[in-house]
Nanobody
Framework: QVHVVESGGGLVQAGGSLSLSCVVS????????MGWYRQAPGSQREMVAA???????IYADPEKGRFTITRNNAKKALYLQVNSLKPEDTGVYYC???????WGWGQGTQVTVSS
């Protein structure tokens, strides 16, 4: 059974930073491309960044230059450093494979950016 735990969110002012973490158990983590997803209030969940097993990363255009995704395969952990936060970055952040797997979602971690 896959178990996902996201953490690190919080309330920050615009321009601030946060470090998000995700730990995954129940899969061969290192072989999967993993992604961070954001669900803003009233919106669909969207991918913000993804990283393959050897560290190659992609980012959604609004996040380029501000977000950095990394991973530690030995710890089965995925990270997202978010800098220069904007109010529109507000939402619940989740991790999952990229493309999305069908095992469901963790509880996510809430990021709220005040203006």
């Amino acid at each position: 059974q896959v178990h996902v735990v996201e953490s690190g969110g919080g309330l920050v002012q615009a321009g601030g930073s946060l470090s998000l973490s995700c730990v995954v158990s129940g899969i061969n983590f290192g072989v999967y491309t993993m992604g961070w997803y954001r669900q803003a209030p009233g919106s669909q969940r969207e991918m913000v960044a993804a990283i393959n097993g050897i560290g190659g990363a992609i980012y959604a255009d609004p996040e380029k230059g501000r977000f950095t995704i990394t991973r530690n395969n030995a710890k089965k952990a995925l990270y997202l450093q978010v800098n220069s936060l904007k109010p529109e970055d507000t939402g619940v952040y989740y991790c999952n494979t990229y493309p999305i797997a069908d095992w469901g979602w963790g509880q996510g971690t809430q990021v709220t950016v005040s203006s």
